[in-house]
């Protein structure tokens, strides 16, 4: 099972890892995609393909079930206000298995 929790609105979503169809917000299985399929709000201006900051979130929990930052992701992240160690893309942030 994936369990993702979005704050601050404290909802938690789970779903056995892989069942999710894609709903073309983002990569595939990307928070944004994830979000999108649950109803839950998280702002992407650019359409999710990675040509603005406003998806930028920041990991609490689990960053090494996700994909590494590509440097696209990186580039785009350096225009993100408020960014720490632990920011990243909804859009680009891929959940790479069940956790």
Not at 20 to 41: R, T
Request: with cysteine.
């Amino acid at each position: 099972m994936v369990r993702v929790t979005f704050l601050p609105e404290g909802r938690t979503v789970e779903f056995p890892y892989g069942t999710l169809p894609y709903g073309h917000h983002g990569k595939p299985m990307s928070f944004l995609d994830v979000a999108e399929h649950f109803d839950i709000f998280l702002d992407h201006a650019c359409g999710g393909v990675c040509a603005c900051t406003t998806c930028h979130l920041w990991t609490k929990e689990g960053a090494d079930a996700l994909t590494p930052p590509d440097d696209d992701e990186l580039d785009r992240l350096d225009m993100a206000a408020d960014q720490q160690l632990n920011s990243r893309l909804g859009c680009q942030a891929v959940i790479t298995g069940p956790g």
